[in-house]
Protein backbone atom coordinates (compact mmCIF):
# COMPACT_ATOMS: atom_id res chain seq x y z
CA UNK A 1 0.00 0.00 0.00
CA UNK A 2 1.38 3.79 -0.79
CA UNK A 3 2.36 6.19 1.81
CA UNK A 4 3.38 10.06 1.39
CA UNK A 5 6.34 10.80 3.95
CA UNK A 6 6.57 14.46 4.65
CA UNK A 7 9.33 16.50 6.46
CA UNK A 8 7.29 19.75 7.37
CA UNK A 9 7.92 23.30 8.88
CA UNK A 10 8.45 25.10 5.47
CA UNK A 11 6.12 27.35 4.12
CA UNK A 12 4.41 26.97 1.31
CA UNK A 13 4.97 29.28 -1.87
CA UNK A 14 4.89 29.46 -5.50
CA UNK A 15 2.17 29.27 -7.85
CA UNK A 16 -0.03 26.34 -9.12
CA UNK A 17 -3.68 25.85 -11.07
CA UNK A 18 -7.14 24.74 -9.98
CA UNK A 19 -8.56 21.29 -11.37
CA UNK A 20 -12.06 20.37 -12.23
CA UNK A 21 -14.60 19.83 -9.41
CA UNK A 22 -14.57 16.10 -8.81
CA UNK A 23 -18.12 16.33 -7.51
CA UNK A 24 -19.21 18.46 -10.36
CA UNK A 25 -17.48 16.26 -13.09
CA UNK A 26 -19.26 13.08 -11.37
CA UNK A 27 -22.95 14.01 -11.71
CA UNK A 28 -21.88 15.85 -15.38
CA UNK A 29 -20.71 12.06 -16.52
CA UNK A 30 -24.12 10.85 -15.47
CA UNK A 31 -25.98 13.29 -17.07
CA UNK A 32 -24.30 11.52 -20.26
CA UNK A 33 -27.30 8.98 -19.55
CA UNK A 34 -30.24 11.33 -20.25
CA UNK A 35 -29.42 11.22 -24.14
CA UNK A 36 -28.23 9.14 -27.12
CA UNK A 37 -26.16 11.88 -28.06
CA UNK A 38 -22.80 12.77 -27.71
CA UNK A 39 -21.75 14.70 -24.55
CA UNK A 40 -18.52 16.50 -24.91
CA UNK A 41 -16.86 17.36 -20.90
CA UNK A 42 -13.89 19.49 -20.30
CA UNK A 43 -11.99 20.09 -17.64
CA UNK A 44 -12.33 16.43 -16.11
CA UNK A 45 -9.86 15.87 -13.27
CA UNK A 46 -7.64 12.50 -13.07
CA UNK A 47 -9.05 11.35 -10.18
CA UNK A 48 -9.94 7.84 -9.02
CA UNK A 49 -13.19 8.67 -8.57
CA UNK A 50 -13.42 9.67 -12.20
CA UNK A 51 -12.04 6.65 -13.25
CA UNK A 52 -14.35 4.55 -11.01
CA UNK A 53 -17.73 6.46 -12.65
CA UNK A 54 -16.16 5.54 -16.15
CA UNK A 55 -16.15 2.30 -15.62
CA UNK A 56 -19.37 1.93 -14.14
CA UNK A 57 -20.88 3.81 -17.64
CA UNK A 58 -18.19 1.54 -19.63
CA UNK A 59 -19.84 -1.67 -18.15
CA UNK A 60 -23.65 0.27 -18.72
CA UNK A 61 -22.93 0.36 -22.19
CA UNK A 62 -22.05 3.53 -22.47
CA UNK A 63 -18.87 4.71 -25.22
CA UNK A 64 -16.40 7.25 -23.83
CA UNK A 65 -14.10 8.54 -25.84
CA UNK A 66 -10.77 10.39 -24.28
CA UNK A 67 -8.98 12.85 -26.04
CA UNK A 68 -6.73 14.41 -23.53
CA UNK A 69 -6.55 13.65 -19.91
CA UNK A 70 -9.24 16.32 -19.41
CA UNK A 71 -11.57 15.96 -22.00
CA UNK A 72 -14.43 13.14 -22.55
CA UNK A 73 -17.07 12.56 -25.06
CA UNK A 74 -19.59 9.88 -24.03
CA UNK A 75 -22.43 8.59 -25.81
CA UNK A 76 -25.52 6.36 -24.17
CA UNK A 77 -26.76 5.50 -27.17
CA UNK A 78 -26.18 1.86 -27.25
CA UNK A 79 -26.59 1.40 -23.28
CA UNK A 80 -27.39 -2.15 -22.68
CA UNK A 81 -27.15 -2.72 -18.61
CA UNK A 82 -28.64 -0.49 -16.99
CA UNK A 83 -27.19 -1.99 -13.55
CA UNK A 84 -24.77 -0.34 -11.01
CA UNK A 85 -23.29 -3.43 -9.18
CA UNK A 86 -22.50 -3.49 -5.46
CA UNK A 87 -18.44 -3.51 -5.94
CA UNK A 88 -18.36 -0.16 -7.28
CA UNK A 89 -20.79 1.50 -5.58
CA UNK A 90 -19.54 0.19 -2.23
CA UNK A 91 -15.76 2.09 -3.39
CA UNK A 92 -17.91 5.22 -4.67
CA UNK A 93 -21.36 6.40 -3.37
CA UNK A 94 -21.75 9.22 -5.90
CA UNK A 95 -22.94 6.00 -8.07
CA UNK A 96 -26.20 6.52 -6.98
CA UNK A 97 -26.15 9.63 -9.33
CA UNK A 98 -26.68 7.51 -12.62
CA UNK A 99 -29.92 6.43 -10.59
CA UNK A 100 -31.97 9.30 -11.78
CA UNK A 101 -30.53 9.99 -15.32
CA UNK A 102 -31.31 6.10 -16.15
CA UNK A 103 -35.23 5.77 -14.95
CA UNK A 104 -35.90 8.59 -17.06
CA UNK A 105 -34.26 7.59 -20.59
CA UNK A 106 -33.91 3.94 -19.86
CA UNK A 107 -37.50 3.48 -18.12
CA UNK A 108 -34.95 1.32 -15.62
CA UNK A 109 -32.12 1.39 -13.49
CA UNK A 110 -30.85 -1.31 -10.76
CA UNK A 111 -28.32 0.19 -8.24
CA UNK A 112 -26.61 -1.23 -5.26
CA UNK A 113 -27.60 0.20 -2.00
CA UNK A 114 -25.01 2.14 -1.01
CA UNK A 115 -23.93 1.42 2.85
CA UNK A 116 -22.81 2.77 5.76
CA UNK A 117 -19.38 4.97 5.28
CA UNK A 118 -16.49 5.87 7.32
CA UNK A 119 -17.98 9.52 7.85
CA UNK A 120 -21.92 8.67 8.46
CA UNK A 121 -24.75 6.50 7.66
CA UNK A 122 -25.48 8.54 4.48
CA UNK A 123 -28.93 7.01 3.24
CA UNK A 124 -30.55 7.30 0.01
CA UNK A 125 -34.03 7.61 0.87
CA UNK A 126 -34.65 11.40 -0.14
CA UNK A 127 -33.47 10.32 -3.76
CA UNK A 128 -36.27 7.11 -3.46
CA UNK A 129 -38.86 9.19 -2.26
CA UNK A 130 -38.69 11.63 -4.99
CA UNK A 131 -38.59 9.38 -7.54
CA UNK A 132 -41.41 7.39 -6.39
CA UNK A 133 -43.29 10.86 -5.79
CA UNK A 134 -42.56 11.30 -9.63
CA UNK A 135 -44.48 7.64 -10.21
CA UNK A 136 -41.53 5.63 -10.46
CA UNK A 137 -41.86 1.92 -9.12
CA UNK A 138 -39.18 1.03 -6.86
CA UNK A 139 -38.18 -1.81 -4.99
CA UNK A 140 -35.38 -2.40 -2.38
CA UNK A 141 -33.98 -6.28 -2.44
CA UNK A 142 -31.29 -8.36 -1.92
CA UNK A 143 -29.64 -4.99 -1.25
CA UNK A 144 -30.30 -3.67 -4.89
CA UNK A 145 -32.93 -0.48 -5.76
CA UNK A 146 -34.87 -1.90 -8.69
CA UNK A 147 -36.48 1.17 -10.28
CA UNK A 148 -38.74 1.24 -13.09
CA UNK A 149 -41.40 3.58 -14.67
CA UNK A 150 -42.48 4.19 -18.39
CA UNK A 151 -42.90 7.52 -18.16
CA UNK A 152 -41.69 9.99 -14.71
CA UNK A 153 -44.34 12.32 -14.20
CA UNK A 154 -43.33 16.02 -12.74
CA UNK A 155 -44.56 16.83 -9.36
CA UNK A 156 -44.11 18.89 -6.19
CA UNK A 157 -41.13 17.10 -3.89
CA UNK A 158 -40.72 18.76 -0.81
CA UNK A 159 -37.49 17.21 0.62
CA UNK A 160 -36.80 16.58 4.57
CA UNK A 161 -33.13 17.45 4.35
CA UNK A 162 -31.13 19.36 2.05
CA UNK A 163 -29.08 16.80 -0.04
CA UNK A 164 -26.74 17.58 -2.66
CA UNK A 165 -26.80 14.28 -4.73
CA UNK A 166 -30.47 13.58 -3.44
CA UNK A 167 -31.13 17.37 -5.63
CA UNK A 168 -28.73 16.26 -8.75
CA UNK A 169 -30.73 13.26 -9.52
CA UNK A 170 -34.04 14.62 -9.04
CA UNK A 171 -33.38 17.66 -11.13
CA UNK A 172 -31.44 15.17 -13.56
CA UNK A 173 -34.60 12.94 -13.81
CA UNK A 174 -37.28 15.60 -13.69
CA UNK A 175 -35.50 17.22 -17.03
CA UNK A 176 -36.97 13.84 -19.01
CA UNK A 177 -40.35 13.54 -16.68
CA UNK A 178 -43.72 14.95 -18.18
CA UNK A 179 -44.86 18.16 -16.63
CA UNK A 180 -43.46 20.24 -14.24
CA UNK A 181 -41.64 19.14 -11.12
CA UNK A 182 -40.88 21.83 -8.41
CA UNK A 183 -38.03 20.64 -6.02
CA UNK A 184 -38.42 22.75 -2.53
CA UNK A 185 -35.65 22.29 0.22
CA UNK A 186 -33.21 21.87 -2.49
CA UNK A 187 -29.30 22.32 -1.98
CA UNK A 188 -27.76 25.32 -3.41
CA UNK A 189 -24.01 24.21 -3.91
CA UNK A 190 -22.45 25.39 -6.84
CA UNK A 191 -21.91 21.88 -8.12
CA UNK A 192 -25.89 21.76 -8.59
CA UNK A 193 -25.55 25.02 -10.60
CA UNK A 194 -22.64 24.01 -12.98
CA UNK A 195 -25.25 20.44 -13.53
CA UNK A 196 -28.00 22.85 -14.10
CA UNK A 197 -26.08 24.81 -16.78
CA UNK A 198 -25.02 21.23 -18.15
CA UNK A 199 -28.61 20.29 -18.69
CA UNK A 200 -29.83 23.61 -19.90
CA UNK A 201 -27.50 23.72 -22.86
CA UNK A 202 -28.83 19.86 -23.68
CA UNK A 203 -31.98 21.68 -23.87
CA UNK A 204 -33.35 20.89 -20.38
CA UNK A 205 -35.54 23.72 -18.89
CA UNK A 206 -34.49 24.38 -15.64
CA UNK A 207 -35.48 27.75 -13.21
CA UNK A 208 -33.93 28.51 -9.92
CA UNK A 209 -30.33 26.20 -9.25
CA UNK A 210 -28.59 27.46 -6.94
CA UNK A 211 -31.18 28.63 -4.69
CA UNK A 212 -33.65 25.95 -2.41
CA UNK A 213 -36.56 26.10 -5.05
CA UNK A 214 -36.01 25.02 -8.46
CA UNK A 215 -38.53 24.34 -11.00
CA UNK A 216 -37.86 21.84 -14.69
CA UNK A 217 -40.24 21.82 -16.94
CA UNK A 218 -40.01 18.20 -18.94
CA UNK A 219 -38.76 17.69 -22.26
CA UNK A 220 -39.01 14.94 -24.55
CA UNK A 221 -35.55 14.64 -25.41
CA UNK A 222 -32.46 16.14 -24.50
CA UNK A 223 -29.38 16.48 -26.77
CA UNK A 224 -25.44 16.63 -26.51
CA UNK A 225 -23.45 19.71 -25.92
CA UNK A 226 -19.94 20.45 -24.94
CA UNK A 227 -19.37 21.87 -21.21
CA UNK A 228 -16.60 22.83 -19.25
CA UNK A 229 -16.49 21.57 -15.49
CA UNK A 230 -16.23 24.11 -12.97
CA UNK A 231 -12.78 24.57 -10.62
CA UNK A 232 -12.42 22.76 -7.55
CA UNK A 233 -14.12 24.83 -4.64
CA UNK A 234 -12.72 22.09 -1.65
CA UNK A 235 -9.60 22.02 -3.32
CA UNK A 236 -9.07 25.73 -3.42
CA UNK A 237 -10.29 25.73 0.04
CA UNK A 238 -7.23 23.08 0.70
CA UNK A 239 -4.54 24.62 -0.76
CA UNK A 240 -5.49 27.72 0.89
CA UNK A 241 -5.80 26.47 4.49
CA UNK A 242 -2.58 24.37 4.03
CA UNK A 243 -1.06 27.98 2.93
CA UNK A 244 -2.60 29.95 5.62
CA UNK A 245 -1.33 27.18 8.48
CA UNK A 246 1.99 26.99 7.16
CA UNK A 247 2.22 30.96 7.01
CA UNK A 248 3.32 31.13 3.45
CA UNK A 249 2.27 32.71 0.00
CA UNK A 250 0.05 31.53 -2.93
CA UNK A 251 -1.69 31.91 -5.99
CA UNK A 252 -4.19 30.03 -7.30
CA UNK A 253 -5.06 30.33 -10.96
CA UNK A 254 -8.36 29.09 -12.43
CA UNK A 255 -9.80 29.48 -8.73
CA UNK A 256 -13.67 31.30 -7.85
CA UNK A 257 -13.37 32.71 -4.86
CA UNK A 258 -17.67 33.63 -5.30
CA UNK A 259 -17.86 29.75 -4.35
CA UNK A 260 -15.86 30.22 -0.90
CA UNK A 261 -17.26 32.81 0.52
CA UNK A 262 -17.80 31.39 3.91
CA UNK A 263 -14.29 29.29 3.83
CA UNK A 264 -12.30 32.60 2.76
CA UNK A 265 -14.17 34.53 5.60
CA UNK A 266 -12.85 31.89 8.28
CA UNK A 267 -9.24 32.64 6.56
CA UNK A 268 -9.06 36.51 6.69
CA UNK A 269 -10.40 35.81 10.39
CA UNK A 270 -7.33 33.70 10.92
CA UNK A 271 -5.20 36.45 9.37
CA UNK A 272 -4.82 35.41 5.90
CA UNK A 273 -4.30 38.90 3.43
CA UNK A 274 -6.82 37.03 0.23
CA UNK A 275 -7.02 39.38 -2.88
CA UNK A 276 -8.89 37.95 -6.00
CA UNK A 277 -10.62 37.93 -9.23
CA UNK A 278 -12.85 36.50 -11.52
CA UNK A 279 -10.38 33.33 -12.08
CA UNK A 280 -7.63 33.31 -9.32
CA UNK A 281 -6.76 33.99 -5.90
CA UNK A 282 -3.99 35.43 -4.08
CA UNK A 283 -3.21 34.46 -0.37
CA UNK A 284 -0.67 35.96 1.85
CA UNK A 285 -0.01 34.67 5.41
CA UNK A 286 2.73 36.36 7.24
CA UNK A 287 1.71 35.95 11.19
CA UNK A 288 1.24 32.73 12.91
CA UNK A 289 -2.73 32.12 12.21
CA UNK A 290 -5.40 32.59 15.06
CA UNK A 291 -8.02 30.31 15.87
CA UNK A 292 -11.49 30.70 14.36
CA UNK A 293 -14.54 28.79 15.45
CA UNK A 294 -16.86 27.04 12.75
CA UNK A 295 -20.13 25.06 12.27
CA UNK A 296 -20.46 23.04 9.13
CA UNK A 297 -24.00 23.61 7.33
CA UNK A 298 -25.55 23.56 3.84
CA UNK A 299 -24.20 25.88 1.11
CA UNK A 300 -23.57 28.59 1.14
CA UNK A 301 -22.51 28.07 4.75
CA UNK A 302 -19.27 26.39 5.80
CA UNK A 303 -18.95 23.22 3.89
CA UNK A 304 -18.46 20.13 5.32
CA UNK A 305 -15.51 18.92 3.10
CA UNK A 306 -13.47 21.95 4.77
CA UNK A 307 -13.95 21.20 8.01
CA UNK A 308 -11.18 18.48 8.77
CA UNK A 309 -8.06 21.00 7.11
CA UNK A 310 -9.92 23.85 9.93
CA UNK A 311 -8.96 21.24 12.51
CA UNK A 312 -5.43 20.77 11.30
CA UNK A 313 -5.19 24.80 10.64
CA UNK A 314 -6.68 25.08 14.72
CA UNK A 315 -4.34 22.81 15.84
CA UNK A 316 -1.57 25.25 15.31
CA UNK A 317 -3.18 28.59 15.90
CA UNK A 318 -3.72 31.19 18.56
CA UNK A 319 -6.17 30.32 20.84
CA UNK A 320 -9.15 27.76 21.04
CA UNK A 321 -11.51 27.05 18.71
CA UNK A 322 -15.35 25.58 18.46
CA UNK A 323 -15.27 23.27 15.61
CA UNK A 324 -19.29 21.80 15.02
CA UNK A 325 -20.62 19.32 12.63
CA UNK A 326 -24.03 19.49 11.38
CA UNK A 327 -23.63 17.57 7.94
CA UNK A 328 -22.11 14.21 8.88
CA UNK A 329 -22.66 12.06 12.51
CA UNK A 330 -18.71 10.72 11.98
CA UNK A 331 -16.44 13.26 10.99
CA UNK A 332 -14.07 13.51 13.10
CA UNK A 333 -11.91 10.56 12.57
CA UNK A 334 -9.09 12.52 11.67
CA UNK A 335 -9.38 13.99 15.57
CA UNK A 336 -7.20 10.48 17.24
CA UNK A 337 -4.57 11.06 13.96
CA UNK A 338 -4.03 14.69 14.80
CA UNK A 339 -3.94 13.82 18.48
CA UNK A 340 -1.09 11.50 17.66
CA UNK A 341 1.26 14.34 16.33
CA UNK A 342 0.13 15.96 19.63
CA UNK A 343 -3.01 17.93 18.67
CA UNK A 344 -5.19 19.10 21.85
CA UNK A 345 -8.33 18.31 20.84
CA UNK A 346 -11.51 16.92 22.88
CA UNK A 347 -14.87 16.18 21.51
CA UNK A 348 -18.23 15.88 22.88
CA UNK A 349 -20.36 14.91 20.39
CA UNK A 350 -20.83 16.78 17.20
CA UNK A 351 -18.10 19.72 18.29
CA UNK A 352 -14.55 19.49 18.72
CA UNK A 353 -12.25 21.71 21.18
CA UNK A 354 -9.16 22.56 19.40
CA UNK A 355 -6.44 24.21 21.53
CA UNK A 356 -3.87 25.39 19.31
CA UNK A 357 -0.07 24.96 19.75
CA UNK A 358 2.70 25.97 18.60
CA UNK A 359 3.85 23.10 16.25
CA UNK A 360 2.96 19.91 15.46
CA UNK A 361 5.22 16.47 15.80
CA UNK A 362 5.78 14.35 13.04
CA UNK A 363 4.17 11.09 13.29
CA UNK A 364 3.02 7.54 11.77
CA UNK A 365 -0.75 8.59 11.09
CA UNK A 366 -3.70 6.84 8.87
CA UNK A 367 -5.90 8.30 6.48
CA UNK A 368 -9.60 7.16 7.07
CA UNK A 369 -11.40 9.55 4.30
CA UNK A 370 -10.88 11.94 1.37
CA UNK A 371 -10.45 14.84 3.51
CA UNK A 372 -9.80 13.88 6.68
CA UNK A 373 -6.58 12.75 4.71
CA UNK A 374 -6.12 15.88 3.15
CA UNK A 375 -6.36 17.32 6.99
CA UNK A 376 -3.41 15.14 7.84
CA UNK A 377 -1.10 16.17 4.73
CA UNK A 378 -1.61 19.84 6.03
CA UNK A 379 -0.54 18.54 9.41
CA UNK A 380 2.45 16.96 8.27
CA UNK A 381 3.66 19.93 6.23
CA UNK A 382 3.72 22.11 9.37
CA UNK A 383 4.93 19.46 11.85
CA UNK A 384 8.24 19.09 13.03
CA UNK A 385 10.33 16.29 11.72
CA UNK A 386 8.94 13.40 9.37
CA UNK A 387 5.17 12.19 8.99
CA UNK A 388 4.03 8.95 7.03
CA UNK A 389 0.61 8.83 5.90
CA UNK A 390 -0.99 5.43 5.35
CA UNK A 391 -3.87 4.79 3.71
CA UNK A 392 -3.48 7.51 1.19
CA UNK A 393 -5.92 5.52 -1.36
CA UNK A 394 -8.52 8.33 -0.21
CA UNK A 395 -6.67 11.54 -1.20
CA UNK A 396 -6.10 9.96 -4.71
CA UNK A 397 -10.34 10.09 -5.41
CA UNK A 398 -10.25 13.58 -4.84
CA UNK A 399 -7.49 15.44 -5.31
CA UNK A 400 -5.74 15.32 -8.49
CA UNK A 401 -1.59 15.44 -8.12
CA UNK A 402 -1.36 16.79 -4.95
CA UNK A 403 2.19 15.79 -4.42
CA UNK A 404 3.20 17.47 -7.21
CA UNK A 405 1.56 20.60 -6.82
CA UNK A 406 2.62 20.30 -3.39
CA UNK A 407 6.75 19.98 -4.45
CA UNK A 408 6.30 22.75 -6.65
CA UNK A 409 5.23 25.04 -3.82
CA UNK A 410 8.45 23.66 -1.88
CA UNK A 411 6.95 21.13 0.05
CA UNK A 412 9.29 18.07 0.87
CA UNK A 413 6.57 15.28 0.28
CA UNK A 414 7.37 11.73 -1.55
CA UNK A 415 5.02 8.62 -2.44
CA UNK A 416 6.25 5.74 -0.93
CA UNK A 417 5.26 2.21 -1.87
N1 LIG B 1 -29.07 12.29 3.74
C1 LIG B 1 -30.19 11.58 4.13
N2 LIG B 1 -30.98 11.02 3.15
C2 LIG B 1 -30.71 11.15 1.83
C3 LIG B 1 -29.56 11.89 1.43
C4 LIG B 1 -28.76 12.45 2.41
O1 LIG B 1 -30.48 11.45 5.31
O2 LIG B 1 -31.46 10.62 0.99
C5 LIG B 1 -28.23 12.94 4.77
C6 LIG B 1 -26.80 12.43 4.79
O3 LIG B 1 -26.66 11.26 5.54
C7 LIG B 1 -26.07 13.62 5.37
C8 LIG B 1 -26.85 14.82 4.82
O4 LIG B 1 -28.11 14.30 4.43
O5 LIG B 1 -26.16 13.59 6.76
C9 LIG B 1 -26.23 15.52 3.63
O6 LIG B 1 -25.82 14.56 2.67
P1 LIG B 1 -25.80 14.85 1.11
O7 LIG B 1 -26.79 13.97 0.45
O8 LIG B 1 -25.89 16.31 0.83
O9 LIG B 1 -24.34 14.33 0.72
P2 LIG B 1 -23.96 13.65 -0.63
O10 LIG B 1 -24.78 14.23 -1.72
O11 LIG B 1 -23.92 12.18 -0.46
C10 LIG B 1 -22.18 15.41 -1.38
C11 LIG B 1 -20.71 15.38 -1.70
C12 LIG B 1 -19.92 15.16 -0.43
C13 LIG B 1 -20.24 16.30 0.53
C14 LIG B 1 -21.76 16.36 0.80
C15 LIG B 1 -22.18 17.53 1.66
C16 LIG B 1 -20.72 14.52 -3.96
C17 LIG B 1 -20.39 13.41 -4.89
N3 LIG B 1 -20.45 14.31 -2.67
O12 LIG B 1 -22.46 14.14 -0.80
O13 LIG B 1 -18.55 15.21 -0.78
O14 LIG B 1 -19.58 16.11 1.75
O15 LIG B 1 -22.45 16.46 -0.47
O16 LIG B 1 -21.80 18.72 1.09
O17 LIG B 1 -21.16 15.57 -4.39
C18 LIG B 1 -16.26 14.75 -0.55
O18 LIG B 1 -16.09 15.27 -1.66
O19 LIG B 1 -15.30 14.44 0.22
C19 LIG B 1 -17.62 14.47 -0.11
C20 LIG B 1 -17.89 13.60 0.88
Redesign the pocket.
Known amino acids: MQKLVIHGGKPLCGEISISGA ?2 AA ?1 PALCASLLTNDTLRLKNIPDLKDVTTMVSLLKQMGVTILTNDTSEMELSAAHLTNPIAPYEMVKTM ?2 AILVLGPLLAHKGEAIISLPGGCA ?9 IKGLQAMGAEIIIEHGYIHAKAKKLVGTRIVMD ?6 TENLMMAACLASGLTRLENA ?1 R ?1 P ?1 IVDLAQCLIKMGAKIEGAGTDVITIQGVDALHGCMHDVMPDR ?1 ETGTFLTAVTASSGQIHLKGARADMLDAVIDKLLEAGAIINSEENWIHLTMNKPPKSVSLRTAPYPAF ?3 MQAQFMTLNSVANGTAIITET ?2 ENRFMHVQELRRMNAEITVEGNTAIVHGIPKLDGANVMATD ?2 ASASLVIAGLVAQGETVIDRIYHLDR ?1 YERIEQKLVHLGAKIARIN
Do not use: S
Open positions: KNLRAIGLRPVDQHIVTVTGAEEIPTDIFLRG
